[in-house]
């Protein structure tokens, strides 16, 4: 298990087993943010999903809950 500085916990946690998705973002998120933090994200994008109905299989709705995933992540 490696460790990381976790970028949103601000502590050394441990890292994702692997880049949660392809690009950029993931990249980013794998080297800067911890498996907990990451696991915290899920719960939220959850919420957010049933909370306002949203339709993963849409392309603007996917965009829409990447932003706000960078958003959460990045923007504390």
């Given at each position: 298990?490696?460790?990381i500085y976790c970028k949103?916990?601000?502590?050394?946690?441990?890292?994702l087993e692997s880049q949660p998705f392809p690009?950029?973002?993931?990249?980013?998120?794998f080297y800067e943010i911890s498996k907990e933090a990451?696991?915290?994200w899920i719960v939220q994008?959850?919420?957010l999903i049933n909370e306002?109905?949203?339709?993963?299989?849409s392309k603007e709705n996917r965009e829409?809950?990447?932003k706000k995933m960078e958003d959460?992540?990045?923007?504390?």
């Open positions: 298990m490696k460790l949103f916990f601000k502590k050394k946690m441990p890292q690009g950029k973002l993931g990249k980013r998120i990451w696991n915290f994008q959850t919420i306002k109905n949203i339709d993963v299989s829409f809950l990447m959460f992540f990045f923007l504390k």
